[in-house]
Nanobody, 113 residues
Framework: QVRLAESGGGSVQPGGSLRLSCAAS????????MSWYRQAPGQERELVAG??FTTSSIQGRFTFSTDNAENTVYLQMNSLKPEDTAVYYC????????????WGQGTQVTVSS
């Protein structure tokens, strides 16, 4: 059974930092492309970062990293802004089968003073 377990969310003040983790189990980690998405209230889910890239909305503030030995990906988030408030999701997309993917349950990040 495939499971993506996100953790590390919480509430921080603007300018603060958080580190999200996504531990994958039940799949061959190397066969999947990992990425982070987020969804703010009333908005569509958007791509945030993945292997080798970050999107323009968070570039320079967030860092994506992978620990292949632990089947875990991380999202280090610095200089957080109120507009970063969202539920953050981890996604595993198969490199072998188009459209085959798994999602985690999400972790809430709230940035507020």
């Amino acid at each position: 059974q495939v499971r993506l377990a996100e953790s590390g969310g919480g509430s921080v003040q603007p300018g603060g930092s958080l580190r999200l983790s996504c531990a994958a189990s039940g799949l061959l980690f190397s066969n999947y492309r990992m990425s982070w998405y987020r969804q703010a209230p009333g908005q569509e889910r958007e791509l945030v970062a993945g292997n080798g890239f970050t999107t323009s909305s968070i570039q320079g503030r967030f860092t994506f990293s992978t620990d292949n030995a632990e089947n875990t990906v991380y999202l280090q988030m610095n200089s957080l802004k109120p507009e970063d408030t969202a539920v953050y999701y981890c996604k595993a997309e198969s490199r072998l089968i188009a459209g085959h993917e798994y999602w985690g349950q999400g972790t809430q990040v709230t940035v507020s003073s």
